[in-house]
């Protein structure tokens, strides 16, 4: 890990030129400014080129013209006119291959092959000799992934499109296979135009998972198929919906950017909603005070030991899986609350003798054996690991969101795992309070995630090697209890993609060294329409250093 993280230091050297995001894992750079040939184009080499790798490339195509970012230093774009106007390397084209015996598929089946057997590395090779560009990779998936570190390569100077440090040979491949982003979309809504924005952002930096937290107890936006009572009642309005066409062109449109979708129904806490269209379902729906009957209003959960609400349960998981093309499928599982059940007069009959737990390990296994005639495999919430008695499939995948000082105890239970935890990656703390009446109050999670923290964050501390197997990669995750599509850019970006090179890259990198690129992560996404905010006065922005504490 010292060699590797001595490289890494040692690559942010020797790479002043370019301003890659994730850093490529190995990258050696020449001295040579290059210039975008006026008629440059990209050739796939391969036969019968699937139509999203196609789309892929014209999208790179259109943003080499577009994006006109100058490059973060004083004098922007007029700093390197004279570089450029003398330079006489040209780039005339791109060619993307396939390497050797790889099978040709489409972006979007990549994109949802199991994570652990994902293939996303790729070599590109930049030349300053006035020969092509090449992508190579072991699929279309690796391509868009190279093709994504290709576009970050270039600069407007008065109109020529160029690049500095050539040539360039990059050898990369993610460090961890899960590079996550979670929305919810039931505190508040976002129109589909806000969550392929989004989606957009992600690939840019390399992040292959968009985690869909798409229902809770305040609202039920999803639309499914045998179950349209859930968002007739449950949706915000008759607008605010996810319909499964919607839900489709989210799948397809993610998938093509090489993004699984993993969708979760929180059970069976996090339904009060339900209620609604299902009151029989409901243990304690908007029993007041709130806060003795769950974490926030409304309050309602499904009973869990009623056989009834078990079926239905497992219909609708059953329903909502199938919506979705990823090997993964959330059940959520988080804050249980007893006292609900304690009080439901229907649950203490229901539960006829048997405990809680016994009964919640009943109402679990049925779910996730619905998920497993799906095909699917559960994702769960930590309490369902730490804090409850129930049996799971060993390939279930557990998201530690609480504390990242859970994390060992997961590692502990034997089951992969995903960093999702508060203290690191929840990009809502720190907004203060929103719980009405209180105008003291303060986010659950204070103080603000900066990037600088969530980049410092080690997937591993804590663990012995041989669990350190279990960590599939982790995610920053956005509960919008204050945020809707208002802010949505702005709370996210550019931090969320801290955690994208963290788990594409690997750890132990320098924040300070990676302030600079992640200007240009910003800048860059501004002009691609992203409302990334600022995270230093320009003034800084364009002299790396200068504005250091002890500068
Ligand atoms: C880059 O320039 C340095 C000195 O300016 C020189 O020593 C080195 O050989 C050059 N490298 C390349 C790849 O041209
Ligand atoms: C392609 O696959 C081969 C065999 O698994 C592997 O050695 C190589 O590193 C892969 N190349 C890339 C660019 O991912
Ligand atoms: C957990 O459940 C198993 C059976 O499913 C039981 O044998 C064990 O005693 C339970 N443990 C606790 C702490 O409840």
Redesign the pocket.
């Known amino acids: 890990m010292l060699s590797q993280r001595l490289l890494l230091a040692l690559l942010s050297f020797l790479v002043p030129a370019s301003a890659l995001w994730p850093l490529p894992r190995q990258i050696s750079t020449g001295n040579s400014t290059l210039k975008l040939a006026r008629n440059f184009d990209i050739k796939i080499s391969l036969r019968n080129a699937p139509k999203d790798l196609q789309d892929a490339v014209s999208r790179t195509k259109g943003r080499l013209q577009s994006d006109k970012l100058e490059r973060l230093v004083v004098g922007r774009g007029g700093a390197d006119a004279q570089a450029v106007r003398g330079g006489r390397a040209t780039l005339s084209g791109l060619t993307l291959s396939l390497l050797d015996g790889a099978p040709v598929r489409s972006i979007s089946e990549e994109a949802v092959v199991d994570v652990v057997s994902r293939s996303e590395g790729y070599v590109l090779h930049v030349p300053s000799d006035g020969s092509a560009a090449v992508l190579r990779a072991n699929s279309t998936l690796g391509l868009l992934r190279g093709l994504s570190t290709f576009e970050q390569l270039w600069y407007d100077s008065d109109g020529t499109t160029y690049a500095l440090g050539a040539p360039i040979d990059i050898t990369d491949s993610p460090a961890y296979p899960y590079r996550g982003f979670m929305l919810d979309t039931a505190r508040n809504f976002f129109p589909l135009s806000d969550i392929k924005r989004t989606l957009d952002a992600m690939s840019w930096v390399k992040i292959n998972t968009f985690h869909w937290h798409v229902v809770d107890s305040q609202s039920f936006p999803l639309v499914v198929p045998g179950f349209k009572e859930l968002s007739d009642k449950g949706a915000y309005s008759p607008t605010s919906v996810y319909t499964p066409s919607d839900v489709k062109d989210i799948i397809s449109y993610a998938a093509a950017r090489g993004i699984d979708v993993i969708a979760e129904i929180d059970t069976p806490g996090h339904t009060s909603v339900i209620s609604k269209s299902h009151p029989e379902h409901i243990a304690c729906p908007e029993a007041t005070p709130w806060g003795s009957f769950a974490n926030e209003p409304p309050a309602g959960q499904l009973r869990l030991a009623s056989p009834g609400t078990i079926d239905f349960t497992t219909k609708l998981i059953k329903a909502a899986s199938k919506m979705f093309s990823s090997k993964f499928f959330s059940i959520g599982g988080d804050e249980i609350n007893t006292n609900c059940y304690n009080n439901d007069a229907q649950t203490q009959t229901d539960l006829a003798g048997r405990t809680f737990?016994e009964a919640l390990?009943t109402f679990t296994q049925a779910t996730t054996g619905a998920l497993k005639e799906n095909g699917k495999v559960p994702v769960v919430w930590e309490e369902m690991v730490l804090e409850h008695?129930v049996?799971l499939p060993k390939e279930t995948v557990v998201m530690v969101w609480i504390s990242s000082e859970h994390v060992a105890a997961v590692a502990q239970k034997g089951f992969r795992l995903v960093h999702a935890a508060s203290d690191f990656f929840y990009l809502d703390c720190g907004g203060g309070g929103w719980v009405g009446d209180f105008a003291s109050g303060n986010s659950w999670c204070d103080p603000f995630k900066t990037w600088q923290k969530s980049y410092s964050f080690d997937p591993t501390a804590s663990l012995t090697a041989e669990q350190a197997n279990l960590v599939l990669g982790g995610q920053h995750l956005l509960w919008t209890e204050q945020s809707g599509p208002e802010n949505l850019d702005p709370v996210v970006w550019p931090r969320a993609a801290s955690s994208a090179e963290l788990f594409w890259t690997g750890p132990g990198q320098d924040a300070g060294a990676a302030l600079s690129r992640l200007h240009d992560v910003a800048y860059r996404m501004r002009k691609r329409g992203v409302n990334a905010i600022a995270l230093q006065p320009q003034w800084c922005a364009l002299r790396p250093g200068a504005c250091d504490l002890t500068a």
């Open positions: 737990e390990d008695n049996t």
